[in-house]
């Protein structure tokens, strides 16, 4: 049985992110970007926003249940956590977060211990399986998870924690979170280590779901086209909701933050009341995730070089992903909130098509939720131009991490076919900005559960390709390192 990842594999079915099916290739503009949006080009709106207590809401994202099914914590109470979190597939490293109450305190920082309405101690997920990572010893929360491992049969997984139970009264509570799982088990399962099927999670949590009760319904409740697939999509960093007004790599979730964030969070919720009882703190969440910033480049930076770069990027890259204060006096923060046609920036499109098929079922059940006044999910043109705030540990890069570093990002012509990178950020590139990888000679094997097969990026798969985005074939390699030095800045 292979249960490596397994453990976080139910940490992204419970929060990852929020968040034409076939890839195809697109045509794509190679022109630089200009400094400033053309007319009439596409725009994430900005909406109201309720105010948050960032303090309150570090400590009610690490300790609140909001998730409120898990494992029973009887299967680990008492024993060495070092061994006893890999039994049930999580890994063996026990990383912290500091400031928890005291029954968190010592769980790995990704994992919650709460209590059912029976009584019964669980150990759940929260919110940091997807946003948060360690770097070179330094846990990062907001940092999107690139290590995740989603690869696993969620199925096999619930089945064999269920077999690890004796007691009747922890096999009644782990029945809500065994009987999900095993429900969205072949929906939302990904081939490729790093990523997950968080827009198809999102589609799965409310699909199934009487949109006035918000009961779960286990069959779906919108059409769903036979045809539809899980989409890979890397987690983001939090930081960027600083500044983005939409949510989603399309933008397409609009309204009040809060009630996307920790939609995808209500696994075990079954009625209204509950949604509501969350959604009362959540605002303090998401005003701590607001308030983040990411890390500062860790190594020298050459500032004549960056400053160059920068000259660089705000002629060629600014009009989508804004402006930075890093550098040049009188440079201030604006960031556009662009979507880019899918047809012009020419990345993968099948994230693009998986939110276009779903709006006209998923919007009309929005509108029935007590949510549906402040939200909205919409039809866009493309993907959102990202804030670039710490774009340096951000990698893997694009929406699907199909590019390992910025030097293949600004030079299509080195993106490796298939390549594999390496899971460890002692091995971090500082230089081309990324993690170290290997070019392969051949794409991955179907069916082959191989530990090598799974970290295997293949850009060939639908989904995967590492097409598009080719504004930075027109700079000369002098302009592309200049661009890089400038980007380790922000």
Known sequence: MKLLGVGLLSGAIFVAALGGLLASSCKHADPPVPSVPPAGVETDPASPQRPGDPAMGYQQLLNAPYVDCGIPASLIDGRDLSIALPVLGYPPE?????????????????????????????????????HANTFQGNLVIGLGNANIDTTGDIAEFVSFIGSQITSPTDVAAYAPFRDRMTTLSPHVKIDTMGLTAADNLAIELFGRRDPATLEWKGDYQIQVPSDVFAVPVAAPPWWRMRKQNGMFSTGSFRGDHTRFMFAASSLCIDNQSDSMAIDQYFSNVRAYIASLTPPKFPKPINIDLAMAGERVFIENCSGCHGRYSSLEAGNTDFYPNLIVPVEDVGTDPALYHLADEFVDAVEPWIEKTYFGPTNSFVKTKGYLAPPLDGIWITAPYLHNDSVPNLETLLDSSKRPKYFTRSWISDDFDFDNVG????????????????????????????????EGHLYGDVLTEDERRAVIEYLKTL
Not at 104 to 128: E, H, M
Not at 451 to 463: E, I, M
Request: charged share 25%; proline share 6%.
């Open 435 to 466: 993690y170290a990888y290997k070019v392969e000679t051949t794409g991955k094997v179907d069916g082959d559960a191989s530990l090598a097969n799974r970290q295997k990026y293949d850009t060939t798969r639908p989904g995967y390709s590492n």
């Open 94 to 130: 026990v990383v912290t977060a500091p400031n928890r109450d005291p029954k968190n305190q010592a769980l790995p920082y990704f994992l919650t211990r709460v209590t059912d309405k029976n009584g019964v101690d669980l150990i759940s997920t929260n919110c940091l399986s997807c």
